[in-house]
C-alpha cells in the first residue's frame, strides 16, 4: 500500500518559502546607512548660531556616522522592504503535499458526479463541484518543479490538460471540466495517464478523483504505476427512470371499461423505475410532449427499496403527434435529476406504409386520385393488374397483415413519389433503380446487370435449393424444403456471407443491405414458383415485414444512449446535413453511406437531425443515459488491484488546502509605501492663530 498522497503536517500548518525573494531583504542594511551617514551641509551666513547648536555639533564631531534615530520614515520603509521581499519568496501554508516530479490528475466526469452533495463549509453543491475542488488543492500542494496532467474521465478518456507546470492553466482547464449523462469507465483514463507518464523519467503516480460509484469497478486492476483514489460525495438515496420503451398498439375504443369495443391506436410507453434507496419512495410518474405542459398520461407509485418497478402509460395519438417527443418525468425530484428523467418518440403510427412497385411498366388500379394514380392494395387483392406474374402474389402477402398500408403503382410512381414517407417498406419487381427512396427494401427478379453490388447474371433453368441462411432474421421460423422454382438469375454477391439462399446451380437470393437500410434480392420471379403457395412464403414476406416496422420504430441504427455514436437513417440523396443537440447547440454530424453519425451523444435529451436535397426533412430522436450503475449512488468497493500501488481514501479526511500569502503581503506592502508617500508630501498642519485672519 503506498503512503497517501495528500498528507498533513503535525501541530500548525506548514509555512513555505521560496529562498529566491529573499534577497531583497540585504538592502536593508543600505536603508539603514543612509539614515546614519552624516549629511554634508553647505556653508550659509546667519545672523546667529543659536537656532544652529545641534548642527554644528554634528560638524564638530570626526566620526563619518551619526546615532540612528527612530524615525516613522524608516520604519515604513523597512517594513515595505521587508514585506516585497516576503512576497516575492512566495510563502504559503498548506496541509497537504502532492509529491512526485510527474503526476497525473484524473476526474471522473460520470453522470452519478451530477448528483447534489455538500461542501465542507454546508453549502449546496454537487460531487463534479467538490472534485474540481479537491484537483484545484492538490495542483497546489505540487512540489517546485513538479508538473502534471489532467484528464477527464466520462464513457471515453479526454486529455483536458497536457503536462504543464503552469498552475493558472491547469486551473484553467480544471475549470472547463463538466459531469456528462454518461456511463463512466475510468479504465480508459487511467491507462492513457500510464501510457502518458511511463514514458518519463522520475517519480511518477496517478491521483484518480471519484465518487466511488462506478460503472466497472474492476476497472483499476493492472495499474503499474502508483495509484491513489481519492473519494468525493456522500452516499444518497435515489430512484431512476432506468428503462424506456414507446411502442404503438391499439386499444378498445371505448376505454379498459368497454373492451368489446373496436380496437383504436394508442401510444404505449413502457418504464422500469429503480428505487435505490434504503427507504420506500412515493413517486408519480407523467408522460407529456415536449415542449407542451400538459401531461398525457400519469400514475403514482410506491417503489419499495431495491424494487425495480413496471410503470406503463398510454394516450391515443392524432395524426399530428407523430414523431414528436415525449418526456417521461419521476417527482418529486431527488439528488441526481438526470435520471429522474426520460425521453421517447411518438411512433409513426400503427400501420406500416409500403409501396408495390412494378418495373415492367404496367399500369396500376384507380387509386384515391382517379386513373393511372397509385392505389391502395385491399386485403383481399392488388390493386391492379401489373405485367409481372410476381406482383400480385407480393400484394396478396404484403395485404395480409392487418398493420400494413400497401400502395401499389409503377416504378414512375415510386421515384417521382414527392413525399414518400422516409421509413416506407419498398417492393420493386423486375427493375433495381440505383437510387431508391423509403427505407427498407425487397427486389424481386431484377434485370441483368449490377444491383446494389450484386451481379445478376445468367438464368437457370429449374435450380434445386439446397440451403438457406436459418440465422438470418428475414428467415426466421421457415423452411424452402419442397419449394420448386422454373428458372431463377444467377446472383454473384459481393461476399459470400451475403448469400441468403443457394441452390445447387448458384445462389438466388442475397443480402444487399446498406448502413441506412435492410436489402434483400430475389433472383427470381416468385409467380414462376410454387413458393406462393406454401406458407414459408407468407412467413418470409412477414418477417420483412417485422424487420421494416422495428427500423421504423426506432429511426437509429443501434441504441440512442448517451455517450455512444449516434447513427440516424437518411435518404442517399441527404446533403446539408444539420444536427442540434439538447441544448440548442450545434453538433458536427458526418455523413457516410445513407447514414448521418453523431460521433458523441454527451447529454440526455433529444437530438434532431436535418437534411437537404430532393427528400429534405429531419428527424427527433430520443437518448438516455438508462443506468442502474450509474443511478445507484449508495456506496461500492473499489476494486484496486495490480502491478503498482494503490491506496484509497475519502476526501473528507483530507487536511485543509495548500494556501498563498504572495498578494496579501505585496498589498500591505503597498500600504506602507503609499503611506510614506503621503507622510512626506503632506502639508504641515497651522497652528489654529495663524489660521484665523487677524483682526
Not at 21 to 36: D, E, K, R
Not at 276 to 295: C, E, F, H, I, K
Not at 390 to 396: K, N, Q, T
Request: hydrophobic share 45%; aromatic share 4%; proline share 8%.
Amino acid at each position: 500500500m503506498a503512503a497517501p498522497l495528500a498528507q498533513a503536517s503535525a501541530g500548525s500548518p506548514l509555512s513555505l518559502l521560496a529562498p529566491g525573494g529573499l534577497w531583497l531583504l540585504a538592502l536593508l542594511g543600505p536603508l539603514v546607512l543612509l539614515y546614519i551617514l552624516k549629511i554634508k551641509r553647505g556653508r550659509r551666513r546667519v545672523p546667529s548660531t543659536w537656532l544652529w547648536a545641534a548642527a554644528q555639533r554634528d560638524l564638530m564631531a570626526r566620526a563619518p556616522f551619526r546615532r540612528l534615530i527612530a524615525q516613522l520614515p524608516l520604519v515604513l520603509q523597512a517594513l515595505a522592504l521587508a514585506l516585497l521581499a516576503l512576497a516575492l519568496a512566495r510563502p504559503a501554508s498548506r496541509g497537504r503535499a502532492l509529491t512526485g516530479d510527474h503526476v497525473a490528475i484524473i476526474l471522473d466526469a460520470s453522470a452519478s458526479m451530477s448528483a447534489a452533495a455538500r461542501s465542507p463549509s454546508g453549502e449546496a453543491t454537487t460531487r463534479i463541484e467538490l472534485g474540481k475542488q479537491l484537483a484545484r488543492d492538490l495542483l497546489s500542494g505540487l512540489t517546485p518543479g513538479s508538473d502534471a496532467l489532467v484528464l477527464e474521465a466520462g464513457r471515453d478518456a479526454r486529455l483536458v490538460a497536457a503536462l504543464d507546470r503552469d498552475l493558472v492553466r491547469l486551473r484553467a482547464a480544471i475549470d472547463t471540466v463538466a459531469a456528462r449523462d454518461v456511463e463512466g469507465d475510468l479504465g480508459a483514463a487511467v491507462a492513457l495517464a500510464a501510457d502518458r507518464l511511463r514514458q518519463l523519467g522520475g517519480a511518477r503516480r496517478i491521483v484518480v478523483i471519484t465518487d466511488g460509484n462506478l460503472a466497472r469497478p474492476d476497472a483499476l486492476r493492472g495499474v503499474s504505476l502508483p495509484l491513489e483514489v481519492i473519494t468525493v460525495g456522500a452516499p444518497v438515496d435515489n430512484a431512476a427512470i432506468v428503462r424506456v420503451d414507446v411502442r404503438s398498439g391499439s386499444g378498445p375504443a371505448g376505454g379498459a371499461d368497454d373492451p368489446r369495443a373496436e380496437a383504436r391506436e394508442e401510444v404505449q410507453a413502457f418504464l422500469v423505475v429503480a428505487n435505490l434507496g434504503a427507504q420506500p419512495r412515493d413517486l408519480y410518474v407523467t408522460m407529456r410532449q415536449d415542449n407542451a405542459s400538459d401531461v398525457l398520461s400519469s400514475r403514482r407509485v410506491l417503489v419499495k427499496p431495491g424494487e425495480r418497478l413496471p410503470v406503463v402509460l398510454t394516450f391515443r395519438p392524432s395524426p399530428g403527434d407523430y414523431r414528436k417527443g415525449l418526456l417521461f418525468e419521476l417527482s418529486p425530484r431527488d439528488a441526481m435529476p438526470v435520471d429522474d428523467v426520460a425521453y421517447g418518440r411518438v411512433p409513426a403510427g400503427d400501420k406500416l406504409p409500403v409501396f408495390l412497385a412494378s418495373g415492367g411498366g404496367g399500369e396500376a388500379g384507380p387509386g384515391p386520385g382517379g386513373p393511372g394514380q397509385p392505389g391502395l392494395v385491399a386485403p383481399g387483392g392488388p390493386a391492379g393488374t401489373t405485367s409481372s406474374s410476381g406482383s400480385p402474389w407480393l400484394a396478396r402477402a404484403l395485404a395480409s397483415d392487418p398493420m400494413t398500408s400497401v400502395t401499389a403503382g409503377s416504378l414512375a410512381d415510386l421515384l417521382g413519389a414527392p413525399a414518400l414517407d422516409p421509413d416506407t417498406f419498398v417492393v420493386i419487381d423486375g427493375a433495381c433503380p440505383p437510387d431508391v427512396p423509403g427505407g427498407d427494401l425487397l427486389i424481386v427478379n431484377p434485370p441483368p446487370g449490377r444491383c446494389f453490388g450484386t451481379v445478376v447474371g445468367p438464368a437457370l433453368e429449374r435450380p434445386t435449393l439446397t440451403s438457406w441462411d436459418t440465422a438470418d432474421p428475414r428467415l426466421r421460423f421457415l423452411t424452402l424444403d419442397g419449394v420448386h422454382l422454373r428458372a431463377a438469375s444467377s446472383l454473384e454477391p459481393e461476399a459470400a456471407t451475403r448469400a441468403l439462399i443457394r441452390a445447387q446451380e448458384g445462389t438466388v437470393a442475397t443480402d444487399i443491405s446498406t448502413a441506412s437500410r435492410t436489402g434483400t434480392l430475389l433472383g427470381f420471379d416468385v409467380g414462376e414458383s410454387d413458393w406462393p403457395l406454401k406458407a414459408s412464403f407468407v412467413l418470409f414476406v412477414r418477417n420483412l415485414l417485422e424487420q421494416a416496422r422495428a427500423h421504423r420504430a426506432h429511426g437509429v441504427t443501434g441504441p440512442a444512449r448517451t455517450g455512444e455514436a449516434l447513427r440516424v437513417s437518411v435518404p442517399a440523396t441527404a446533403r446539408d446535413l444539420e444536427a442540434i443537440g439538447p441544448a440548442g447547440e450545434r453538433l458536427e454530424v458526418a455523413q457516410r453511406a445513407g447514414l448521418a453519425v453523431i460521433a458523441e451523444t454527451p447529454r440526455a435529451g433529444f437530438y434532431r437531425v436535418s437534411w437537404q436535397g430532393p427528400q429534405a426533412g429531419s428527424v427527433l430522436v430520443p437518448a438516455n443515459l438508462t443506468s442502474v450503475a450509474e443511478s445507484d449512488l449508495t456506496p461500492r468497493p473499489l476494486v484496486a488491484e495490480g502491478g503498482g500501488e494503490v491506496a484509497v481514501s475519502s476526501a473528507e479526511g483530507q487536511p485543509d488546502a495548500h494556501t498563498e500569502w504572495t498578494w496579501l503581503l505585496a498589498l500591505a506592502a503597498l500600504a506602507f509605501v503609499v503611506f510614506d508617500v503621503w507622510y512626506f508630501t503632506r502639508v504641515p498642519r497651522r497652528l489654529q492663530g495663524h489660521d484665523s485672519p487677524a483682526g
